[in-house]
Antibody
Framework: EVQLVESGGGLVQPGRSLRLSCAASGFMFGEYGMYWVRQAPGKGLEWVSYLSWNSVNIGYADSVKGRFTISRDNAKNSLYLQMNSLRTEDTAFYHC????????????WGQGTLVTVSS | EIVLTQSPGTLSFSPGERATLSCRASQSVSSTYLAWYQQKPGQAPRLLIYGASNRATGIPDRFSGSGSGADFTLTISRLEPEDFAVYYCQHYGSSLPITFGQGTRLEIK
């Protein structure tokens, strides 16, 4: 069974940093691209970042470019999101999601971890 | 960047009825790159449809997707109580970025 479990969320002040983790199991993690998608409380879905299986192809939404960094450790079956210079508008549940084969849709999602940016 | 519009924001139906949800793209897109997700309160989204009309693994056949060009539809043939949720369409293209519609909430009448 595919499982994606996010951690690392919490309350942080504007301008500070936070690092999220996603622990994957139930599939060959090192063979799939992975994503971060966020959802502000009560709002819709927003794609944040993508990282290919070999860390060669990377993408960021304009809203986080230059502030967030995605990375992975295939030996540890883990995906990360380093979030710097956080803003109040970054407050959201952050989900990791697995790429479905060769297409850019998501076949499995984690439950998410809540990041609250507030003074 | 493709903008997806889902309207209306909320639809009200009774169990057993047929529901049709709309997703309109800001320009013509390949149907290969259109997906639908279901999200229930407190849960992660679940993939329903990919490639506009292909059901994901384990999705009941009462869910179907259709459409082409800029207009796409998710149809639920006979609503079950567990189908009342929020539904999102997604365009994923052959490259990034990925975009979502703002969602349609399906509520019990």
């Amino acid at each position: 069974e595919v499982q994606l479990v996010e951690s690392g969320g919490g309350l942080v002040q504007p301008g500070r940093s936070l690092r999220l983790s996603c622990a994957a199991s139930g599939f060959m993690f090192g063979e799939y691209g992975m994503y971060w998608v966020r959802q502000a409380p009560g709002k819709g879905l927003e794609w944040v970042s993508y990282l290919s299986w070999n860390s060669v192809n990377i993408g960021y939404a304009d809203s986080v470019k230059g502030r967030f960094t995605i990375s992975r450790d295939n030996a540890k079956n883990s995906l990360y999101l380093q979030m710097n210079s956080l803003r109040t508008e970054d407050t959201a549940f952050y989900h990791c999601a697995k790429r479905a084969g060769s297409d850019y849709y998501f076949d499995y999602w984690g439950q998410g971890t809540l990041v609250t940016v507030s003074s | 960047e493709i903008v997806l519009t889902q309207s209306p924001g909320t639809l009200s139906f009774s169990p057993g009825e047929r529901a049709t949800l709309s997703c309109r793209a800001s320009q013509s897109v390949s149907s290969t790159y259109l997906a639908w997700y279901q999200q229930k309160p407190g849960q992660a989204p679940r993939l329903l449809i990919y490639g506009a009309s292909n059901r994901a693994t384990g999705i009941p056949d009462r869910f179907s997707g259709s459409g082409s060009g800029a207009d796409f539809t998710l149809t639920i043939s006979r609503l079950e109580p567990e189908d009342f949720a929020v539904y999102y369409c997604q365009h994923y293209g052959s490259s990034l970025p990925i975009t979502f519609g703002q969602g349609t909430r399906l509520e019990i009448k």
